[in-house]
């Protein structure tokens, strides 16, 4: 998998950075898919939209965010959302 080809590569690319790498596909059970195959190797997944995939759920970026600033920040952000998208 190329993917996978970048990943493990990723330190040895001369600046000595680790850069993210962003998927993009028109259909979500594609890119479920492919994460699924992805987090087997390497466990530094976020997926920025929901999805029903049940091994993908912790990787979901709501999920990061209650991870590192707790349930009441993410409530709180999500009803400031909701509020803003109603008026």
Not at 51 to 78: C, F, I, M, P, Q
Request: zero cysteines; hydrophobic letters at 45%; charged letters at 25%.
């Amino acid at each position: 998998m190329i993917l996978r080809a970048l990943l493990d590569n990723r330190g040895k690319r001369g600046d000595g950075a680790t850069k993210p790498v962003l998927l993009v596909s028109p259909a979500s059970h594609t890119l479920d898919r492919v994460l699924a195959g992805v987090v087997g190797f390497e466990p530094n997944v976020v997926r920025v939209a929901s999805t029903r995939a049940e091994g993908l759920k912790a990787h979901n970026l709501s999920a990061k965010v209650r991870e590192v600033k707790g349930d009441d920040a993410h409530a709180a952000a999500v009803a400031k959302v909701s509020k803003k998208q109603a008026s």
